[in-house]
Nanobody, 126 residues
């Protein structure tokens, strides 16, 4: 059973930066795609970024492209999301997720992900 645990959230001013981390356990980490999603109050969970099993391919939502960077360390079973510069509209709970499907593409729909972490709050003040 894969377990995911996010950390690194917090309160930051607009224009600032944060790095989220997600620790994975329970299954060979290098065998699956991992993604980040976020959910703001009253809104649906939305895709932010994802990285394939080897780290050779990444995909970003248009809203974060050029500002966020996803990476992974398969030796340590961690995935990261560097966020800079942050905007007030980035305020949300951020979730790490694992996709066990063998796809020829990176999944961007929440329904395609099999395991989720508990989330970490990111608040960006204006």
């Amino acid at each position: 059973q894969v377990q995911l645990a996010e950390s690194g959230g917090g309160l930051v001013q607009a224009g600032g930066s944060l790095t989220l981390s997600c620790a994975a356990s329970g299954r060979t980490f290098s065998s699956y795609t991992t993604g980040w999603f976020r959910q703001a109050p009253g809104k649906d969970r939305e895709f932010v970024a994802a990285i394939n099993w080897s780290g050779s391919s990444t995909y970003y939502a248009d809203s974060v492209k050029g500002r966020f960077t996803i990476s992974r360390d398969n030796a340590k079973s961690w995935v990261y999301l560097q966020m800079n510069p942050l905007k007030p509209e980035d305020t949300a709970v951020y979730y790490c997720a694992a996709d066990f499907g063998r796809r020829g593409r990176i999944a961007t729909s929440a329904s395609e992900y099999d395991r989720w972490g508990q989330g970490t709050q990111v608040t960006v003040s204006s």
